[in-house]
T-cell receptor
Framework: SQTIHQWPATLVQPVGSPLSLECTVE??????LYWYRQAAGRGLQLLFY??????ISSEVPQNLSASRPQDRQFILSSKKLLLSDSGFYLC????????????FGPGTRLTVL | AQKVTQAQTEISVVEKEDVTLDCVYE???????LFWYKQPPSGELVFLIR??????QNEISGRYSWNFQKSTSSFNFTITASQVVDSAVYFC???????????FGDGTTLTVKP
């Protein structure tokens, strides 16, 4: 079966510190991968997506970057966190075809102080 | 550009009431895909349904039903005989099928009281 993992589950970081969130998918190959951010009480904002190893598309200019070093690994990073980076970060993948629904990981709740 | 509007920010009902969650979308694409997701308090989004733009058949799954109307660009979701376990945030989403990117609405928080 196909599963998606994210860690850590929660994170509290000071302003200006680096960030690395990891997402891995099991049970599928060459998935499309996505990073979303959900601000409190708001919908999901697509940050990055990837259709293959090393292929990253950014949807919004920001303080974050993404990398896909392996087929089923997607990493969200920042060199220096801002207060506005606080939020709930969700990783997702498409199963089979891009037109299909997305399956989401459990999320990481990031608080920047 | 695509846009999804969920005008109802919060809805509160009493158990066993029927409730409809509204979703209105905007797109210039002739082929697109609509989705509903449920986000329980745990935070993980759960897929509920997908609809293709060329398939306007309504769908029923147990207590859940969906009404897709292209003429009004709406994709509404009805829960019949609501239960406390239905309490969650519900998101409507739109995809053009391009790399599977989806645009999400802001969500509707549904509270079902016993």
């Amino acid at each position: 079966s196909q599963t998606i993992h994210q860690w850590p589950a929660t994170l509290v970081q000071p302003v200006g510190s680096p960030l690395s969130l990891e997402c891995t998918v099991e049970g599928t190959s060459n998935p499309n991968l996505y990073w979303y951010r959900q601000a409190a009480g708001r919908g999901l904002q697509l940050l990055f997506y990837s259709v293959g190893i090393g292929q990253i598309s950014s949807e919004v200019p920001q303080n974050l970057s993404a990398s896909r070093p392996q087929d089923r690994q997607f990493i969200l990073s920042s060199k220096k966190l801002l207060l506005s980076d606080s939020g709930f970060y969700l990783c997702a993948f498409n199963r089979d075809r891009p037109t299909n629904e997305q399956f989401f990981g459990p999320g990481t709740r990031l608080t920047v102080l | 550009a695509q846009k999804v509007t969920q005008a109802q920010t919060e809805i509160s009902v009493v158990e066993k009431e029927d409730v409809t969650l509204d979703c209105v979308y905007e797109t210039r694409d002739t082929t697109y895909y609509l989705f509903w997701y449920k986000q329980p308090p745990s935070g993980e989004l759960v897929f509920l349904i997908r609809r293709n733009s060329f398939d306007e058949q309504n769908e029923i799954s147990g207590r859940y039903s969906w009404n897709f109307q292209k003429s009004t660009s709406s994709f509404n979701f009805t829960i019949t005989a609501s239960q406390v376990v239905d309490s969650a945030v519900y998101f409507c989403a739109l995809s053009d099928g391009n790399a599977g990117k989806s645009t999400f609405g802001d969500g509707t928080t549904l509270t079902v009281k016993p």
